[in-house]
């Protein structure tokens, strides 16, 4: 039993790190708070990490946007927010030790002319076939660095779904770190900033779920502790598709925020008291963290892979 009570993980430090891509919307906020109660109800740290790697899919505003609804839910976050396009030398690092390890190799496979390999008989689509591994590409021609995965069987648990176990190589094969356009890959800056940020518990989507063999292998070959990792049910909209911006989802309004908080704690099974619907976000939060229980998320993802 730990000092601080027998269910509670000692130097818990979470975070929530999303892309600014848009405003929040329910299936970000399911998200935010899911982690957020995790981090607060084992009295640990929760900080804010805004994903900036990707310029042609982000928003001028979002990030503001994000800090601005998360305030105003109540979900606050400590210390400084980390913006992860300030930290690409820290990226770099990463890449020249894979390197010296001698675990990365240069490709110019264009997307279209993966595809049109994988189309072969024999070949398993969404895999790269290793096309570029013992070729050298010519000087100055644009390319990818991937990661060899050849012989890597990973297992990992997750507290909702369990236990995995994956041959990367038939998984996802090699895959890339860094991308032909010069941008570093998220696998790579996710698991570079979990560490450096000292990330003991990651929570977030289960649209993620499928990344984690992947972000597991990095750290092992990184010499990097492994967090354990959360997948919260992820949100569909009316025609089965993840909630997001490219979806249609409606960003939160300011006016009904309690609303969607407890919706959000309804949709993670937590049952909330009817009278909550009309309570103040700070008191919602106050009984969702008293009464959190990630098991009722368990069970209802179980029945559900059951039924
Ligand atoms: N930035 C990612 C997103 O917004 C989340 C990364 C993570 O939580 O690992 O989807």
Redesign the pocket.
Known sequence: MNSQGPDLFPGYIGRF???PTGPMHFGSLVTALGSWLDARANQGTWLLRI?DIDPPREHAGAADSIKGTLDALGLHWDGEVIFQGQRLAYFDRALEVLAEKQLLYRCVCSRKSIRETVDEPGQTAGIYPGTCLNRVPENGQAHSLRIKTSGVHIEYADRIYGNFTENLATRCGDFIVKRRNGLHA?QLA?VVDDFRQAITH?V??AD?LDNTGRQTYLQSVLGYPRPAYMHLPVVLNSAGQKLSKQTGAHPLADDTLSDSLFSALTFLHQNPPAELSKALNSEILEWAMANWRPSFIRHAALAKNAG
């Open positions: 790190a999303p892309s994903e998220y996710v990651v977030r989507g993620l």
